[in-house]
């Protein structure tokens, strides 16, 4: 499990091997912080539209600049080891930027897939410009009805009162 987890500069590396022995690529990213039964069902899916799949993880800053404070609920070395510990991840890199175009850029997936609460048009502007420069696909993956980790934290805080 441990040597799926790699750094940017690995990350680069990796993906060039896999393009030069002709496998597909996807890539996917997001903060994952508490993890349900559809991050694990995305995250299959996925996984499903190529020979491999890569995580970009966005580490605790990012995570408190996107989601707000007491966020993440899980620390980064926590959420990339579960990451880790899927089946249906191949490989999983932390980044620390806001965005994920280092992450994408390293990566050079031929797929880039994302939640059903995205679109082509809604994905961040830098994003979609790094993916077309790579020729990368967006494929948008819908999301598991009933399943979230804002809808967790509600229930959770429903125990605390």
């Known amino acids: 499990m441990k040597n799926k987890i790699i750094d940017i500069q690995k990350l680069a590396e990796r993906g060039k091997e896999f393009r030069a022995a002709g496998k597909k690529l996807v890539a996917t990213n997001g903060c994952f912080d508490l993890l349900h039964l559809g991050h694990v069902r995305y995250l299959q899916a996925a996984r499903a539209l190529g020979d491999a799949l890569v995580v970009g993880l966005n580490g605790d800053q990012s995570v408190r600049e996107l989601k707000g404070p007491g966020r993440p ?3 980064e070395k926590t959420r990339v080891e579960m990451l880790a510990a899927l089946e249906c991840v191949d490989l999983v890199t932390i980044f620390s930027e ?3 175009t280092q992450f994408l850029e390293a990566a050079a997936p031929a797929i880039y897939a994302k939640g059903g609460d ?4 809604t994905l961040n502007a830098e994003e979609r410009a790094i993916l077309q420069k790579l020729g990368a696909e967006i494929r948008i993956i819908p999301l598991e009805e009933g399943y979230s980790t804002s809808g967790l934290l509600e229930h959770l805080r429903g125990f605390a009162k």
């Open 118 to 121: 995205y679109s082509s048009e």
């Open 98 to 100: 806001m965005r994920a």
């Open 73 to 75: 609920i899980n620390d």
